[in-house]
């Protein structure tokens, strides 16, 4: 009887020392997972403030749509004329 129960809590321990050490390997692929999209996450966050500079935009808008930077003497600007109620109502603010 204390063989069957000594053999019976052996195969017990080694049943969840498996289990624990096969979770233990899914932590680590999972955590192995998690760095590398955060990596990913990290490059296309980049890639993003690269793709939104100025300089950038630029080079895009004239290589793939052949755009070209107009002369500044080209663009003028219109002048709204100030709204006489604005201006008052500053004043009383003041």
Do not use: C, W
Request: charged fraction near 20%; avoid cysteine; glycine fraction near 6%.
């Amino acid at each position: 009887m204390a063989i069957t129960t000594a053999a019976g809590l052996g195969l017990f321990y080694l049943s969840q020392s498996t289990h624990v050490s096969a979770i233990g390997y899914e932590i680590d692929r999972l955590q192995a997972q998690v760095d590398g999209l955060r990596a990913e996450q990290q490059s296309l966050t980049f890639k993003i403030g690269e793709a939104r500079s100025p300089s950038m935009i630029e080079a895009r808008a004239k290589a793939e749509l052949n755009l070209v930077a107009l002369d500044s003497s080209a663009v003028r600007f219109a002048i709204r004329p100030i709204d006489p109620r604005i201006v008052r109502l500053t004043q009383i603010l003041k």
